[in-house]
């Protein structure tokens, strides 16, 4: 069975399939659950599907739309800079895909490519307008609960009595950039992501994150801590990109706020963001003005919930503790007794017993990680009243100075770390890291991975070039997350000065003139003497033949000149009989450039000048003297 005669005329169909390549390419981090991610998936397959099936202009128009749309709805998920060069390659395609079907039938690719380039750079005014003008939106779709398709190093249950053998993880974490490019000191490089509340004797688990979540905290006091000073609060901007996890919590330094409605900071202190977790995220951080609202946060029942009838001499020892009279009396106890207790930070400490793992830990084995510390630590001042729970995330990180780009803290899964937090009345929540008094003066636990934090260290060739990228991919983000929905706002406030009446009117005139921007030079360029793409294609041709050594003689035409080229090597003769032909047909008829005729003539001297240049490559391999 034949095909109809409208599918033969058309050209290939390569570019259209290779801007669907670019598009799959693109889409790999898109979460399906998502309601955004499953639209763009689901026109992926419609626009691959069209293509297929496809047999005439219209159906691969309807394609290149798609594919465009396809394009748009990425770059509003994954901003960040590999998948933005993805989305500009799968856009430039699309567009080449199109205007294949336009002007003509075998143009070749790199006229297409250059074409769909002027065409988007065409567009970039109005693109620059929209987004400097148009408002930013909330969030499309409610939180998302947690995905069980990707794993970092961090667990929502902490049970460090089953783990027998602490193994590192090397994969990425996540990085942080600060607007002054100064690393933070080692002593406040703890990055909070998961809080644990619930104790049932051996394990801490956090709250159901699919539970609906309190109202979103902003900055400032809050509670009984209202006018107590807190722990000073942070000073520079920062940018976060984190990597996928199975958590919608991300990390952050427990002190910085946010006016991006996508953060929101939970009253325990967890910092979560709208976007599917399985995605790699980006977020930025301002300075908060204030102590933030969860770290005086007044602690519920549960911060002193304790099984009675587990670990009997971990509750004895707590209430001993809990005869003395200020909260602050016992946390001092607890160090002391910690301290001279031979206490050993060990990462092979093997796994406790199922009954009582705490005491077998605290008063027998003596030896383990900062699980085993944080936990039985908690557990101890809950026993001593005193309020607590732990808290799990990273530790230190590795400061990169890049060749290029942005310099930003590397967090590794292996830098995975997990404290205490306990309230004390006047102070609110403290941080209390127990594992620090049984690391001091070994090259293992918090105290080694600060110092370890800024030193020099030796990297393979592939570490270094994946830093030297992560690098640009900061600085890209850096931008990119700059222009926040408070720094929008501010300009609006710059340019209409409370007048929020004339938004419209500066959207409308700034669509306006992003369009002029656009068309003008778009349509100056459609307008130019077609005579000047005549001559530039005969100008070539005469350089090819200079290369011949021939050159045009007073009065002779350029049939004339062929004439005699092709007397020099017959091989190029039916080529050069075409071009003159074709030339004639350009320079002489009055046809429209947009016109059939006038698309076929172009069409013709492309083909009949890549025959001549083949000719002449080939009998240069044949040696036979034919050019220079």
Request: one cysteine or more.
């Amino acid at each position: 069975m034949s095909r109809p005669a409208a599918d033969r005329t058309l050209p290939p169909r390569r570019l259209q399939w290779a801007g669907m390549a670019a598009l799959a390419a693109g889409s790999v981090g898109l979460d399906p659950t998502w309601l955004l991610g499953a639209l763009t998936l689901a026109l992926l397959v419609l626009a691959a599907l069209k293509l297929v099936e496809a047999r005439d202009r219209g159906g691969r128009r309807l394609v290149a739309l798609l594919q465009l749309l396809v394009c748009g709805l990425q770059a509003a998920q994954l901003p960040d800079l590999l998948p933005s060069l993805v989305q500009l390659l799968s856009a430039v395609l699309a567009l080449a895909g199109l205007l294949q079907l336009e002007i003509g039938l075998a143009t070749p690719w790199r006229v297409l490519l250059r074409q769909s380039l002027q065409v988007l750079a065409a567009a970039l005014p109005m693109a620059l307008v929209l987004f400097l003008l148009v408002p930013r939106l909330e969030p499309l779709t409610a939180l998302p609960g947690p995905s069980a398709r990707a794993v970092t190093g961090l667990s929502a249950d902490l049970d460090p009595g089953t783990i027998a053998t602490l193994v590192d993880d090397d994969g990425p974490a996540a990085r942080v950039a600060f607007g002054d490019d100064r690393p933070p000191p080692p002593e406040r490089r703890y990055w909070r992501v998961l809080v644990h509340e619930r104790f049932d004797g051996r394990r801490w688990q956090r709250e159901n994150e699919e539970e609906e979540a309190a109202p979103p905290q902003r900055d400032g006091p809050a509670g009984r801590a209202a006018a107590v000073p807190l722990e000073a609060a942070a000073g520079r901007d920062q940018v976060w990109l984190a990597e996928p996890s199975r958590f919608t919590a991300v990390p952050w330094d427990g002190r910085s706020g946010s006016a991006d409605p996508r953060l929101r900071i939970e009253p325990q202190g967890e910092l979560r963001l709208l976007r599917p977790a399985i995605e790699r995220r980006s977020y930025r951080l301002r300075p908060a003005a204030a102590a933030l609202a969860w770290q005086g946060q007044t602690p519920g029942p549960e911060t002193l919930s304790l099984p009675a009838a587990a670990n009997p001499r971990l509750l004895a020892l707590g209430r001993s503790w809990g005869q003395l009279a200020e909260p602050a009396a016992r946390l001092a106890a607890a160090q002391t007794w910690f301290e001279a207790g031979g206490f050993r930070y060990d990462r092979n400490p093997g796994v406790l017993p199922e009954q009582d793992g705490l005491d077998v830990f605290l008063f027998e084995q003596r030896l383990g990680f900062c699980g085993h510390y944080a936990s039985a630590f908690s557990a101890l001042m809950r026993a001593a009243g005193v309020p607590s729970r732990v808290v799990s995330g990273y530790l230190g990180g590795t400061w990169v100075v890049p060749v290029g780009g942005a310099s930003f803290l590397e967090l590794r899964q292996s830098d995975a770390h997990a404290w205490s937090e306990v309230w004390l009345p006047g102070q609110g929540w403290l941080r209390v890291d127990p594992s620090v008094w049984a690391s001091a003066g070994t090259d293992q636990g918090p105290a080694a991975a600060t110092a370890r934090a800024d030193s020099p260290q030796a990297s393979s060739g592939w570490r270094w070039l994946q830093r030297q990228w992560w690098g640009l991919d900061m600085a890209w983000s850096r931008w990119w997350l700059s222009f926040d929905r408070s720094r929008q706002e501010a300009l609006l406030e710059w340019l209409l000065g409370g007048r929020h009446w004339a938004l419209g009117l500066v959207i409308l005139a700034g669509v306006a003139l992003g369009l002029l921007g656009a068309l003008v030079p778009w349509q100056l360029r459609r307008h130019r003497p077609r005579r000047d793409r005549i001559d530039r294609d005969l100008a070539d041709l005469l350089r090819q033949l200079h290369q011949l050594g021939l050159e045009p003689r007073r009065g002779e035409t350029l049939e004339g000149l062929c004439r005699r080229a092709a007397a020099v090597d017959p091989r190029l003769a039916a080529p050069l009989q075409r071009l003159a032909r074709c030339h004639a047909q350009r320079r002489f008829e009055a046809t429209d450039p947009r016109s059939t005729s006038a698309r076929q003539a172009a069409d013709s001297w492309r083909r009949s000048m890549q025959q001549l240049k083949q000719a002449r490559r080939s009998a240069i391999r044949q040696g036979n003297g034919c050019g220079p």
